[in-house]
């Protein structure tokens, strides 16, 4: 479906950055005005370069990312940075907002700084992080960096909405790396040991290459063995590095292993397309139910013990089948 030509989708289409900032408000606020438009624009996808950066809180993501936007400036890149934050209890927005992230690149109209709220979502992402990733990749952004809130052991909702990730660390972080020994290093594409110039940083490094190594298996059928960069983000030593490692990733699933490519995007369509579904067989059901109003009533009868939720589930589901 071609975009209307004075439709939102046709000024993201020519980097419009108040139009692609309106459509990526809407679909955060989950307006349904925003799907048209991204429809129109998904065919005009698919170019961008998607990059994860994921880490424990504390670990320098957010200099990393500032560094790794300098380093596609000077080549010339524009950049789109989604910047997941941890959602406010009270207003259901981003407690960390764009204005006290990456400053120096503000007044840079090659770069688009958006803060997402993750609003409860487990692992941090939530749908419309996919969806501005689609209004970012259809403006011409060459890169696209989405860092998120932090990692556990089964946050690796990243590793389906990247092509490239990247799992920083530090040294001293005992947890941190029990936590990417229980799983985490099935996603990192690269992984980086940030402040590197703290005591056991030789330590940190000798622990994930052992890991590797106990993966190595898989990552010879792969053809891509994760390197490992020690950085001092704040020093900027260590991201050229980083930075080059990033690009010859994106060059390994270009040209080396367009299978991998191909079931990333798989992968990343097929969750997209699961979340769509999600939300559109809950709004359903909320209207066979009778809404949130009566949702309501039902829980404050459950509340007040004249019902339970056991009974209230069955109760529901009959409601919904029709057989009530």
């Given amino acids: 479906m071609a975009p209307k030509d004075d439709s939102l989708a046709r000024r993201v289409l020519k980097g419009d950055i108040r139009a692609t900032a309106k459509l990526i408000r809407l679909v955060d606020d989950n307006d349904p005005e925003a799907l048209p438009e991204l429809a129109a624009l998904y065919p005009h996808t698919g170019a961008a370069h998607v990059i994860g950066i994921t880490g424990s809180p504390g670990v320098g993501k957010s200099t ?28 259901g927005g981003a407690i960390l907002g764009d204005r006290i992230r990456m ?13 997402m709220a993750t609003r409860g979502q487990f692992g941090g992402l939530t749908r419309s992080t996919a969806d501005a ?4 990749d259809a403006m011409g952004k ?12 089964d946050e690796v909702d990243i590793a ?42 030789g330590k940190t490094v000798r622990e994930l290459q052992f890991m590797l190594h106990m993966s190595s298996e898989r990552y010879q059928e792969s053809g891509w063995e994760p390197p490992i960069i020690q950085t001092i983000g704040v020093a900027e030593q260590g991201i050229d590095d980083l930075y080059q490692e990033i690009l010859r990733h994106r060059e390994y699933l270009k040209y080396l292993d367009k299978n991998e490519l191909k079931r990333r995007e798989r992968l990343k369509i097929k969750r997209q397309l ?6 559109g067989v809950v709004n359903e059901i909320m209207k066979k139910i009778g809404g949130d109003e009566v949702l309501d009533g039902i829980v404050n009868d459950i509340l007040d013990r004249k019902s339970d939720p056991y009974s209230a589930n069955a109760e529901l589901l009959k409601r919904i089948s029709g057989s009530a």
């Fill in 103 to 115: 400053q120096r690149h503000f007044l840079d109209s090659g770069v688009f700084i958006r803060s």
């Fill in 64 to 91: 990393i990312v500032d560094k790794i936007v300098g380093k596609f400036r000077e080549d010339g890149k524009t950049v789109g940075i989604l910047a997941v934050d941890p959602t406010s209890p009270f207003t």
């Fill in 274 to 279: 699961f979340e769509l579904l999600k939300e």
């Fill in 133 to 136: 990733v689609v209004a970012l």
């Fill in 160 to 201: 389906h909405s990247a092509h490239t990730t990247v799992l920083v660390t530090i040294p001293g972080m005992g947890d941190d790396i029990q936590a990417i020994k229980a799983g985490l290093m099935e996603i990192g594409d690269l992984f980086v040991v940030n402040k590197s110039d703290r005591e056991g940083a």
């Fill in 142 to 153: 060459d890169a696209i960096i989405i860092e998120t809130v932090g990692v556990g052991q």
